[in-house]
């Protein structure tokens, strides 16, 4: 039989020349291994989404599946088990959904995609694999399946198999809501964008100088007054516990894991203006709406700063199902060294005590303790281009881990360009190329592969006042990242990623996600 799914993607035989079946390999992030064979494989009114009986996890997948896919095709694509009635009558058609008989191999995150003959299964041991083969096979299909109303199709999955798993267990994007505040939908709609892309951490960066974005039950005034400002003076604003719980729980319906950042000592102001108790001098500052960074922080020397931080991490903890809690700790430029020490050695257990794993800007990784030291693993992530320094690397050879977000590669709140309208320049201009040639494992000399849970892709958002203009930094950008955190090291290629990355253009364009037109990417 010889293969219609031709490099490049080829157009379909016997399709009225207008249809195009996309390569098995253009997919973003390259899946580990792909291997074409056969002829594409026809979705039509009258097929089936076959789910693994008994299998809550395929019939999560399966929900999200058919939400993306019934809009565009119109299909009805009606769900049903495996051994249902009609699979005698015709034997494995349709898509199914399956996690018996899933390699362990595959891990976590792993999953196999088989598109031949009439059928497309997509197998994995776990709803996050399952989840992963889901976009894997939206991205096979032509960008019309983006679309929100019936498209004519045809839909077309190239042939062959799909064998992949991530190279790194944490893909992460910060969002920063604090410097501008963004509403429930924009961080929804934020997280459809990123597990497009199999990112599965949602960093929030709920707290700043300019705003306190999250209710704590038993501290009103943080909401009440430190959430009314944002930069520039526009009204700021808040999630409550109910809206901050909606956000945890689209996104994990869709594999992503949110991870609250509030962050201390410094970065406080807004707290600070809340709560002037929590201040040295008693004496409330004023609300800031500037982009300085770096002049406030709490007082560490009072007992009432322990007692708020306290009731801010376990509230954060008992509404976050995920495993990491960030404590910020970057840039506390007018505490001491030795008073910042102080205060992280008094917090970190208070996040140990929670159960959660706790997150802190690089500068906090030399005080943890880490295995070696008698502690738990603590996360550090690292944001100061260049190389790293000794009490760092000290840190992370006792057991500490460290997740990659330099400034120079990862921060997509840099602008692409001299004179690009949004966007910082502190840590230089950041090509699509520059977001995308990097390698996590060797960009800081002394931190190994061994010592990285991954990648994340930062977007403060000082010049960012909504969702388009996030979405107009992080594409074409965060998709290089996610690229470099999820496929394997031998496969990372600028001249062949931007041919991929064009096709997601017309994807972008359909769901409504802006994107820069970057004069890099060969857009059709
Ligand atoms: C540095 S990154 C900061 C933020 C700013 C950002 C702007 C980091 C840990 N601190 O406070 O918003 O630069 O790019």
């Known amino acids: 039989v010889p293969a219609t799914a031709a490099p490049g993607g080829a157009a379909a035989p016997g399709r009225g020349g207008s249809a195009a079946v996309a390569d098995l390999s253009d997919v973003i992030p390259l899946p580990a291994s792909v291997a074409p064979s056969g002829r594409p494989v026809e979705l039509g009114p009258g097929t089936l989404v076959r789910v693994q009986a008994g299998s809550p996890e395929a019939a999560a997948a399966a929900q999200l599946l058919v939400d993306l896919l019934r809009p565009s095709t119109g299909f009805r694509l009606p769900v049903v088990p495996t051994d249902g009635p009609d699979d005698a009558s015709r034997p494995l058609s349709g898509i199914s959904l399956l996690t018996d008989g899933a390699d362990p191999a595959l891990g976590d995150e792993g999953y196999v995609l088989e598109a031949s003959g009439r059928s497309v299964v997509l197998r994995a041991a776990t709803r996050e694999g399952l989840l992963h083969a889901v976009q894997t096979l939206r991205q096979l299909l032509p960008p019309a399946v983006e679309a929100r109303d019936a498209q004519p199709g045809p839909w077309l999955v190239p042939g062959g198999r799909v064998e992949d798993r991530p190279r790194f267990a944490y893909r992460g994007a910060m969002l920063d809501v604090a410097r501008h505040f963004m509403t429930v939908e924009e961080v929804q709609g934020y997280v459809d964008s990123l597990a497009a892309y199999k990112v599965n951490h949602l960093h929030l960066h709920l707290t700043d100088d300019q705003g306190w974005r999250i209710e704590i039950p038993g501290w009103p005034r943080l909401t009440e007054v430190g959430a009314a400002t944002e930069v520039g003076g526009g009204p700021g604003g808040s999630y409550t516990q109910e809206d901050y719980a909606a956000i945890v729980a689209y ?42 960074v770096g002049f406030s922080t709490l007082c560490v020397d009072k007992e009432v700063t322990y007692d708020f931080v306290g009731d801010v991490v376990r509230a954060l903890a008992a509404a976050t199902p995920g495993e990491y809690l960030h404590i910020g700790g970057d840039e506390a430029l007018v505490t001491t060294e030795e008073e910042y020490a102080r205060f992280m050695r008094r917090v970190l257990p208070l996040v140990e005590a929670t159960g959660k794993t706790a997150v802190g800007w690089q500068e906090l ?10 502690g738990p ?44 309208p949004l966007g910082l320049q502190w840590a230089g201009f950041t090509g699509v190329e520059d977001a995308f040639a990097w390698d996590p494992a060797t960009y800081a000399e002394g931190i190994g592969e061994q010592d990285v849970l991954g990648v994340e892709a930062a977007i403060f958002s000082e010049t960012l006042e909504d969702l388009d203009d996030v979405e107009t930094m992080a594409f074409p950008r965060l998709p290089g990242i996610a690229e470099i955190g999820w496929s394997p090291r031998a496969t990372h290629d600028w001249a062949t990623y931007r041919e991929r990355l064009a096709l997601q253009g017309p994807r972008w364009e359909r769901r409504g996600v802006d994107y820069y037109r970057s004069p890099e990417v060969p857009w059709a």
Not at 365 to 374: D, E, F, M, N
Not at 381 to 402: F, H, T
């Open 251 to 292: 996104a994990a319906e869709r594999g992503v894991t949110v991870v609250p950042e509030v962050d201390l000592p410094g970065h406080a102001n807004a707290a600070l203006v809340a709560y002037p108790e929590l201040t040295c001098d008693g004496v409330a500052p004023e609300p800031y709406t500037g982009i300085e």
């Open 377 to 420: 693993v603590t996360v550090g992530q690292y944001w100061v281009p260049g190389a790293p320094e000794q009490p760092l690397l000290d840190s992370l050879a006792r057991g500490n881990r460290v997740v990659m977000s330099p400034a120079d590669h990862a921060y997509l709140d840099m602008k692409y360009a001299e004179g690009f």
């Open 365 to 374: 990784l030399p005080l943890a303790a880490g295995p070696a030291g008698g």
